[in-house]
């Protein structure tokens, strides 16, 4: 046996992550799907003000239910999704990976299949693999888009506990139609839950609804969400989400005592109060994003169309070297998903212009 004594799976794996660097090695970084504004100092005030409250308080272990936080995350999210979600319906953890590995643990495991379409988010397999999920990927079509009727025979050929289906879409952006989230609940029934990954909801274009409006008509729906990206709070690790009571009292099931620190719920609790400002910037990076897209296309680049804050955009005969030579100047991009693409986040205006002058050099010496 060689050591350390680690299951076979996991041998010879590299933990997840794209690479981290310094400020000084890229000024610019666009590559985790961050938001690219600090929190005012009133709400830092605040959270700091928030954090000595629950200091007083740190010899005793937080509220397992997180009770207040889960009030107060379904008071946000009936306002954003337009349809009533309660307190019982809304569980959070740390981050929405955290959720969606509870999810695993309650929903998949051994003898147990999760389904996604590819490509799409590279940490689902992970959660899969860590939960022993026997893990299936459907395709996406050109368009990254599902295709329902292909959908639904893959559901019935595999029957699967799981299915993730993150929208929008990471790394493409692509929002899916509710008449598909319908369509996939409808195959999977009560054999499985079906898993609307919403990271990047509050991004959506306009027209494009929340799969939150359609948890009163499907019992196995789950809804993630997270204030890592449009909330400006990738720091706090919070993740949530909305299903019926039964799903949450499942997940409950499979959760680590006081998961959720006493520091954790009272900076989300603070956030949350100042939810109208932290979540004011998603229009300028919504237009930010849009502008972007068309100027990625006047390149003569492919760009997939993005309900999210990044652009995915392609089709490069060399990607890595176009990625390389963009951190050569200071820009940090994400090189994800097919061979030939690369993905953008989308940052301050002044990020935007110093990512769009370094692209035209390094494709004009890729040319
Ligand atoms: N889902 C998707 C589609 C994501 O892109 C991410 C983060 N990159 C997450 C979930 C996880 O986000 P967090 O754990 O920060 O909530």
Redesign the pocket.
């Known amino acids: 046996m060689t050591f350390p004594p680690l299951r076979d799976e996991l041998r010879g794996l590299e933990p997840y992550g794209a690479p981290q660097l310094s400020l000084q090695q890229a000024p610019v970084q666009l590559n ?2 961050e938001n690219p504004y600090a929190p005012s100092e009133a709400v830092v005030a605040d959270v700091a003000t928030a954090v000595a409250e629950a200091a007083t308080r740190l010899n005793r272990y937080p509220d397992r239910e997180h009770v207040e936080l889960r009030e107060r995350l379904a008071d946000y999210l009936t306002a954003d999704g337009g349809a009533r979600v309660t307190a019982e319906q809304v569980w959070a953890a740390n ?4 959720v ?1 590995l509870q999810l695993l643990q309650a929903f998949g495991g051994p003898g147990r299949t999760a389904l996604s379409f590819a490509p799409t ?1 590279s ?1 689902y397999p992970e959660y899969a693999r860590d939960t022993s999920t026997r893990w299936v990927t459907g395709r996406r079509d050109d368009e990254f888009s599902v295709d329902v009727d292909a959908a639904c025979a893959l559901v019935a050929a595999e029957r699967p506990s799981v299915v993730l289906l ?1 929208s929008p879409n ?1 790394p493409t952006g692509t929002a899916l139609p509710q008449a598909t989230v319908t369509a996939l609940c409808e195959a999977v029934g009560d054999d499985g839950v079906v898993v609307v ?1 919403e ?2 909801g509050e991004f959506r274009r306009a027209g494009t609804p929340s799969a939150l409006a359609l948890l009163g008509e499907h019992r196995n729906l789950v809804v993630t969400r ?1 204030m ?1 990206k449009a909330f400006a709070a ?1 720091g706090l ?1 919070l ?1 949530y989400l909305a299903a019926d009571p039964a799903i949450c009292d499942a997940v409950r099931v499979v959760r680590l005592p006081y998961h959720l620190s006493a520091v954790t719920q009272a900076v989300a609790l603070a956030a949350l109060r100042h939810a109208p400002e932290l979540l004011g910037r998603v229009d300028a990076l919504r237009a930010e994003r849009d502008d972007t897209v068309a100027w990625l296309r006047d390149q003569g680049l492919e760009v997939a169309d993005s309900d999210a804050n990044f652009a995915f955009f392609g089709r490069l005969a060399d990607r890595h070297a176009v990625w390389q030579g963009l951190l050569d100047r200071g820009v940090l991009v994400r090189e994800t998903g097919p061979d030939g693409w690369l993905r953008v986040s989308i940052g301050t205006p002044q990020e935007m212009t110093s990512f769009k002058e370094a692209l035209l050099v390094v494709l004009k010496e890729e040319q």
Not at 95 to 98: A, D, M, Q, V
């Open positions: 985790v799907n981050g929405s990976n955290e969606m988010y940490m993150p990471n990954d990271a990047y997270t890592s990738a690790r993740g």
